[in-house]
């Protein structure tokens, strides 16, 4: 277990100073149809999440810790996917449009409020859905900004739109299950299991999410 934590901390160390939310593709999106935008975009959204959006990751990690149910994590997480999914349409509608440097350190602070939740708190209070959902509209935003450098074609908008949704969605649950089968599953009855797994790890999310904020602030 040690091993594991010390292997979870290495990887966060030397992969946190990552830029938040780079996606970069050359797409020739003029000459897809319809149904290849879709499936393009489904593909796009999941590597935004898997390999590529480590505060995405970060953030669900720390409602899995929390939770002893897999069915109570799945529903946190489809929260969270209807709230960052009405924030990324209004704003890539253009009926919102805010700025990149409120919205990064916001989304870093939000992991960092999980992670302090998940140190000193032992069960999952009932206005945990509402914050959820509060910090699923915050990285909606941020989810807007790469659609925003990605460009989606406009005979096929809406379907890119609901592709990079879905996509998003098939990678927070690929974390989950992922999680489920390696960890909670095994270790989660544990009497150790807190003390010894949901708190370090959380102290190094905490941290690394707490970099995050100021150096996004001040970048």
């Not at 489904?42 to 995405?56: M, T, Y």
């Not at 069915?71 to 999914?85: D, G, N, R």
Request: glycine share 8%; with cysteine.
């Amino acid at each position: 277990m040690k091993k594991l934590i010390i292997a979870i901390a290495l990887l966060l160390y030397f992969i946190s100073p990552a830029a938040a939310h780079v996606i970069r593709y050359d797409l020739d999106k003029d000459k897809l149809s319809g149904g290849q935008v879709f499936w393009k975009y489904i593909v796009l959204g999941f590597e935004h999440i898997i390999p590529l959006g480590l505060d995405h990751i970060l953030f669900i990690l720390c409602i899995f810790f929390i939770n002893s149910s897999l069915k109570a994590v799945i529903l946190q997480a489809s929260m969270f996917t209807l709230a960052h999914s009405i924030t990324l349409g209004l704003a890539t509608y253009e009926v919102i449009n805010p700025p990149a440097q409120v919205v990064e350190p916001l989304i870093a602070l939000s992991i960092v409020l999980l992670a302090l939740e998940n140190i000193f708190t032992t069960t999952v209070k009932p206005w945990r859905m509402g914050v959820v959902f509060l910090f699923g509209l915050i990285h909606g935003m941020g989810f807007a900004g790469v659609l925003g450098d990605l460009g989606i074609p406009r005979k096929a908008f809406l379907a890119g739109l609901i592709g990079f949704n879905i996509g998003v969605e098939l990678g927070q649950i690929a974390i989950i299950l992922a999680m489920y089968l390696l960890v909670s599953r095994n270790f989660g009855s544990a009497p150790w299991y807190r003390r010894r797994l949901v708190i370090p790890v959380s102290v190094v999310i905490g941290l690394v999410a707490s970099y995050w904020t100021v150096e996004r602030i001040f970048w």
